[in-house]
C-alpha cells in the first residue's frame, strides 16, 4: 500500500492550528493502534506534541508515506481507480480518503462586512495578538468558545454569538475520563438506538462541548449573544435583530470537506460521501477513514479512528482474498494496490 499526504511534514495540518490548542481527550485516549501516547495518561496533549506523535508513529511503523503530494483528482479506469497526482498518475484497485476537513467553512454574508472590521476564520487565527478592539466570536462550539476565552483574557470585550451545542456532562469525565470514552465508544454508536438518532444532529449541528463548558466562557467575562443571521450595512445582525459593533470577527463556523476532485457519484447533496461505515456502497474499492460519527461519536477522536480503520483494512483483505467473486452487486474486490489520501 501507499499513504499520500499533501503537507510537506506529516502532522503539518495540526502544528498549524492556533498556539495554545489543546486535544479534548485526555492522553490515555489519544493513542493510534500499536502505539501509546508518549505523556501521562491525564494531561490534554498539545497541537505541536499531537502532530510529533503522528510523525514518530509513521516513523517506528515504517509506514509507506510520501509527502508533499497532492490529490488532484479521482477517476474510475481499467476497472480500478486512477488518482491524478501532483507528481503523476496512480493507478489502485483501492482508494482510502481520509482527507478530513480541509476547507473554512464562511457564510456568504461574511462578504459584506465592512473593511473596516478585522476578519479572519478560526482556521487561520494563532494567538490572541492577531485581534484588535472589541472581537466577535461567531459560533458557539468548541473551537468558538476556547478562542473566545482566550481572546476575554487578554482584556478584549469578547461577544460570543451563537446557538450551545450543548455539553458533555461533568459525570462523564469520572474514572479519568472511561466514562466518557465508553459512551463515545458503545453507546453513541449507530449499533445503538440512542447513537442512530444522534448522529444526524451531531453531523449537521456540532459535537458537544468536551472539557469546557459554557459557564467556562461567561466566567471568563465572555457576553453571549443569539446567532449572527446577517449583515446590514457592513455590520453583523443577530437573530433578535440587533446588531454588533466588532473590531474583529473570528469565525468560528466550522470546516467543509472538499470532494470536488472525486469525479465519481459517491456524494450526496449535504455535501457528505454516500457511504455505510466508511465503504462507499456504490463503488467497490472505495472507502472513506476520518468522518464525523462514521460509526461512532468517537470516530471524530484520535484514539478512536483506530476502530473503523480496522473495519476498512479488513474489508479490502476480504474483498482481495475473493477476486473471483468480484461483481458490482457484491462490491467484491479486485486485488491490486492500495492508496491512502490524507
Known sequence: CLVIEAEPRIGNQWRRRW???RLFTPARHDHLPGSRFPARDSTFPTKDELADYLESYAKSAS???RVGIKAISLSRADGGYRLETSVGPLEADHIVIATGYDKPKLPEFARKV???VK????????NPGQLTGNVLVVGAGTSGVE????????KHVTTLAGRGTGAVPPIAYAFGGRLFWFFANRIASLDTPLGRTMRPRVVSGGAPLIRLKMADATAAGVARAPRVVAVEDGLPVLEDGSRVRPDTIVWCTGFAHDYSWIHLPVVA??????HTRGVVDAEPGLYFVGLQFQSRLASGFVGGVGHDARFIAETIGYRRSRPRAHDRSQQSPMAGEQVLVG
Open 119 to 126: 476578519q479572519l476564520h478560526a482556521f487561520d487565527y494563532r
Open 147 to 154: 478562542i473566545a476565552i482566550e481572546a476575554a483574557l487578554a
Open 19 to 21: 498556539d495554545s490548542l
Open 63 to 65: 509506514l509507506p508515506v
Open 114 to 116: 465592512s473593511p473596516a
Open 269 to 274: 447533496e449535504d455535501g457528505m460521501p454516500r
